[in-house]
Every structure is written in C-alpha cells, then in structure tokens.
C-alpha cells in the first residue's frame, strides 16, 4: 500500500466508518480526495450514495468551498437523509488552499444548524475533516 493509501486508510478509521455503513456524498467536485473516496469505498463495502440518493445513511460526506453558498442551509439539507445517532463529516480545503473555509466559520454555522463540531482531523493533504454530530435533545 502507497503512503498515501495508509494515510488515507488512517484517516477512514479515525472518522468510525466500518463494514455495512451506507455514506451520502455531497457536494462532489473535480477537486476532492479520490484516495479517500477510495478508502472510504474499501472500508464500507459499498459505494458512496449521491446526492440524488434518498436512502437513510450512516453518514455524510459534504465537501464544502468557501463561496459556495450558506453553510448552515447546506447542513440542514443534509439532515435529511442521516440516521439518528449519525455523522457529517464536513470537508473543506486546508488552510492556504483555494476555498479554505475558516474553522470560526463552521463554529458559528454548525449550532445554527442542530449540530456540534466535536472534533477537526487532517483528512488528506488537502483537506481537514470536520465531525458534526447533532446536539443531544433535552
């Protein structure tokens, strides 16, 4: 395996997918990380759902650019197929690439949107992933 699969293969394990879970992907461009798709592919045993796709997921793939539009809009929309107990996992460009989205950015939109940021890992070289979960109902 190339360095760059085991760093992508590190970093699907880090996000908790596993075997049987179904993932949407959202907001697919030419600029995303295939290694990781890949990875992610491998890991799950199943490709990754499209945004037409109207299945309950396990989780979500939103790759987000800076300018693409309201953040909060975006995450609300992709409530709309994930399972109770679920995750998004928000990719944005790294720091001092084109689209970078900064991190207050996604501090203040995910509340706004019913979730909470509980933790930022490097996903691939060019991207940081960002874990939404949605806030625990009182």
Do not use: C
Not at 71 to 85: A, K, P, Q, Y
Not at 106 to 134: F, K, M, N, Y
């Amino acid at each position: 395996m190339s360095d760059a699969g085991a760093a992508n293969t590190a970093a699907v394990e880090k996000m908790g997918f596993k075997d049987g879970d179904l993932i949407q992907e959202l907001g697919y461009d030419d600029d995303v990380d295939d290694n990781l798709r890949d990875a992610l592919e491998e890991v799950t045993g199943s490709d990754l759902l499209a945004e037409d796709d109207h299945e309950v997921v396990d989780g979500i793939l939103l790759w987000w650019r800076d300018g693409e539009g309201d953040l909060v809009d975006e995450l609300v929309d992709s409530l709309t197929t994930l399972d109770e107990g679920g995750v998004i996992w928000l990719m944005t460009p790294k720091s001092g690439r084109d689209g970078y989205v900064s991190p207050a950015e996604i501090q203040e939109a995910a509340p706004t949107a019913g979730l909470h940021v509980t933790s930022t890992e490097g996903a691939s070289t060019d991207w940081t992933a960002t874990r939404l979960v949605a806030r625990r109902k009182n």
